[in-house]
């Protein structure tokens, strides 16, 4: 629907002056108020010129399009709602090609990733680390696009425009059709904390099992080596548990 009928017109005349010029021209669509309501109407308009491209006349037919507009309307309000829906879970999508370009991604990966808006498409490989898990993740998605069969989940680390680090949890698989390869598409979840957590457990093990050999501090190296502690959380609580103080008190 017309915001104006001075936008309007000026949409026309801006497209009309085609007409008196190569390709001499134009289509355009002009809503238009009848006894029936508002028409969208869609003119296309052709000069006829001489040898010398003079115009002497223009020839132009319009059709009725406020059904196809309608319908439009109403498909672009379905997308938005799909859309809505998609981005508000943790997956976040995004699709390539085989030789790795870019093709949709996920406004929320933008976004995370720092990407400028209307930024042509890129590698996305260029927002890779030289962290080594992402030789994994590469060597998955080749091995997708030259089989056409999906290949296990990995781990990526990729660099933000502004230098950050953002590791993500990948899920991909390849689009074939007539045998081939013809696209990747996949979601991400961004795992950053998630993996900072497993890495400091990790680290937490490992110094707890070397601290519960000491014999320095009479009572803790019992309580860390506890047949009920199978992982770092368990070491601290038995290490802080009040029930192990009072018995000690005892």
Known sequence: MPASAERYSDVIATQMTKL??????CTVEQ???????????????????????????????GRDITVQKHELKVIKKKDEELMLVVESGK?????HTPDHVVTYVSPRIRS?????????????????????MNAVGLERTIRAITSGKREPPYRLEMKTCDGHIIRFEVNEI???????????????????????????????????????????RTGWPTRISSPRAKGPLDYFRDLFSRKDEENGDE
């Not at 008196?20 to 021209?25: A, M, S």
């Not at 997956?91 to 699709?95: D, E, G, I």
């Not at 209307?118 to 080594?132: E, Y």
């Open 20 to 25: 008196f010029r190569p390709p001499f021209y």
């Open 31 to 61: 809503w238009i108020q009848t006894p029936k309501g508002m028409r969208c109407i869609s003119w296309s308009a052709k000069s006829v010129v001489d040898n010398g491209n003079t115009v002497l006349s223009i020839v132009a037919t």
């Open 91 to 95: 997956q976040m999508y995004y699709s």
């Open 112 to 132: 995370l990733l720092g990407c400028k808006p209307h930024v042509g498409k890129r590698l996305w490989t260029d927002f890779l680390t030289d962290n080594p």
């Open 174 to 216: 390849p689009v074939v059709k007539n045998k081939k390869t013809v696209a990747i598409a996949g979601s991400m979840v961004d795992v950053t904390e998630k993996i900072q957590v497993e890495e400091g457990l990790a680290e937490a093990e490992y110094l707890i099992k070397d601290f519960s050999g000491s014999k320095n």
